[in-house]
């Protein structure tokens, strides 16, 4: 009986656990502090000078003034929102259209320039700034409020599409590619810090989900436009670029309007405080300190990973353990700095000793290594998302989701090594990736919404930017295993399946490019390669079955609280 309980306990199906402690809130006072400068030899009125100090900074003036939008905007205001966010996720790089036909039209741009061995390096830099970029536009949104983070986010977006379309360089053109990379981040950031604010922990689940549903339809027709722009007859890459600073102002007018007029309305009837603030005290409120020590850590440690895995020969080159050594120092510094010296945290470090944030950064990460390692995605996970938060929402649950998707992923790891390979069909990959879809769809609905709930709204920002930070180092590191891997089998395979054929021109060229000079289909030496990428593609898989192992045992120790009707669980 003890072991029935213990296991219904494990899977999510036990009893609900008690509701957690109320978190450190965002404010950081000096209260905690008033002993301490006793004990140094503080008077009592210099500790009251400094609490004054401390509490007379509205920190969370950016959370105050969305409560009191809603609290004012009624019916009207909610569905404007909600259009003008529909509108925001239709063009941006959630729903594909942008992120799609961009990455397309950097090839032409690359090509036009002649320079395209550069784009892997631009791909790199603009990938390490989507991660780090978060942080710094999570605090902001805190204290200039959402629809001014909003703004700024835009603005990126439009001064990256002119500087691109524009561009006469590559130069300029990567230029323009950074700051795209920046307003995407921001952007797709504040969607789901918007659709946290409007929703309870328990719907939250499906409104996010739900704001993936043009990747749908997306997919299927990017590749129409990208034809037609790029065709002979087209209106060009340049032009292909240049529409949508004309299209992401209309449609990102809607929210980013509505939002900053209900904050100038709530503040006008004094619901929320209008923050006047000097440089310092702004510095202290984003943290600016701990931005640069979290941020820049995690790019010092990402770019050499992302690079090796690209270029995995750029291991052999010293500037990449110097770079990780910054990187980690950085990262080994930070909690010091935020405990010690920040009043108002990006992360801190009281984060970590809770269980269910470690637990959600840790599966995050460990779910991801799997994921790019093995490079596995689809449709399915984006509609397996959308029917789960349902699910969710209708059982106040969400362990049970957490450790069924992380046994449906370590499963469908055990089915593709068997069913991707040369000799098998169409159906049995189709079968894979549907396996692996559903498993995805499902821990990728779960792992923010506990991690959000068990802090309060003024953390919510940060929390969804730290959960975001874990997963991207986790796809980091498994896309360097992958790039480890086939470096490191590819050569000894080839020479393995080809045999006496084999030169060792032959063998680097095939190493080195799959659309060089391939046999012919059907010959032995064709049959022979297949065979070769078909065990490195196994050694991958391998590798990424002991990260979704430890994934699916962490999951048995997630918490089984309950999905409130409200924000989170851990204020009133």
Known sequence: ???????????????????????????????????????????????????????????????????????????????????GGLKTVNLDGRSEIDNSTIYIYRNYASSEFEELSKLATLSTAGSVIFAVAKPPFAKLSNVIGRGGTYLIAISFYILAYIIMASARTFNAYAAGSIFYSVGQSATNLMNDVVIADLTTARYRAFGIALSFWPFLVTPWTAAFIVASVTSPTGIGWRWGIGMFAILMPFCASFIVTTLLYYQAKAQKEGLAPKPKVSFYEFCSQIDLGGVILFSGGLALLLIPMTLAATTPSSWRTPWIDALIALGGLSLIALPFYEHYLAKHPVVPPHYFANRTIFLCCMLIAMDNVGFSATHTNGVTQCLVAIITGLAMAKTKRYKWVCVLGAAIRLVGYGVMLRLRGSENSIAEIFVVQLIQGIGSGMVGSTLLIPAQSVVTHAEMPQMTALIVCFAFVGGSVGACIAGGIYTGTIEAELWYYLGRSATAETVTSLANSITGVLPEWGTPDRTALNFAFTEVLKYMTYAAVGPSSIAFIGSLFMPNYELPDKNNLVEE
């Open 1 to 83: 009986m003890f072991l029935v309980k213990l296991l219904r306990a494990a899977i999510g199906a036990g009893p609900i656990d008690a509701p957690p402690p109320a978190c450190r809130p965002a404010l950081a006072t000096s209260d905690n502090a008033q002993e301490p400068g006793r004990e140094t030899g503080q008077t009592q009125n210099e500790v009251d000078v400094e609490k004054k100090l401390a509490t007379s900074v509205p920190v969370e003036a950016g959370t105050v003034a969305i409560e009191a939008s809603q609290a004012i905007w009624g019916k009207k205001g909610r569905w404007l929102i909600i259009i």
